[in-house]
């Protein structure tokens, strides 16, 4: 009896360990599909607005997985955006802007509130989703003049976590097995994930200034 007891139970931990693994794997094949898509280009459109080059990227969403998950905990989260000009052929960067902003996220409203890190005078609250991703994008108009007057450019946004929100150094080692259970079934990447934007090669000519409209 006994000697069946152990089989019994032996088979039942083996069963429930192979569950635990598979469910971790589920878990990893999903955040690597997250971080996947969230690190493909969407598109970018710029208006010339007088001396400023104005941004848009309604495509962009940033406010979604893992950082989503911890607003809706009730936890505020650091984005990073950053906003380039680059000569079309070659690549060579001749301008960049670069914004840190905290969302925090209000349960009962069900509204974003969103902060310059650097400047706690703009700010913006009651916010939807679109909205607040709509509002970060607008604080990275660039200068016209920093855009080539006689070369194609392109306009890069990037957009990354700030270091606050990146995973615990003290992970648990995947070197054991309980630690790879672990490893594949946190919350959040080992690395931050990013998004970005690009736009269509362009020439400042061309660019219709809507202030003259």
């Keep these: 009896m006994d000697q069946r007891y152990s089989t019994c139970e032996s088979e039942r931990t083996r069963t429930a360990i192979r569950r635990g693994l ?11 599909v997250f971080v996947h898509l969230s ?83 703009v700010a913006a609250s009651h916010l939807t989703t679109a909205a607040a991703e709509a509002w970060c994008v607008h604080l990275l108009a660039l200068p016209a003049r920093a855009a080539p007057a006689d070369k194609a450019f392109v306009v890069k946004l990037e957009c990354s976590l700030g270091e606050e929100n990146a995973p615990a150094r003290d992970a648990p080692s995947a070197a054991t ?7 594949f079934s946190r919350k959040e990447p080992s690395a931050p994930p990013r998004w970005e934007a690009a736009s269509l090669p362009l020439r400042l000519a061309d660019l219709a200034d809507k202030t003259r409209k």
């Excluded at 969403?61 to 607003?71: E, I, K, Q």
């Excluded at 960067?93 to 902060?115: A, C, K, M, N, P």
């Excluded at 097995?177 to 490893?183: A, E, M, S």
């Design 177 to 183: 097995f309980t630690g790879l259970i672990d490893f």
């Design 39 to 121: 690190a493909q280009p969407s598109p970018l459109t710029v208006e010339r607005d007088g001396d400023l080059l104005r941004l848009r990227a309604p495509q962009l969403d940033f406010v979604t997985g893992p950082p989503l998950a911890r607003l809706h905990d009730g936890r505020s989260v650091t984005y990073v955006l950053t906003a380039s000009i680059q000569i079309h052929r070659g690549g060579s960067r001749v301008h960049g802007l670069t914004r840190q902003v905290i969302f925090s996220y209000d349960l009962w409203e069900e509204r974003f509130s969103v902060v310059q890190r650097d400047d706690p005078k």
């Design 22 to 32: 598979c469910a971790a794997l589920g878990a990893a094949v999903a955040l690597a």
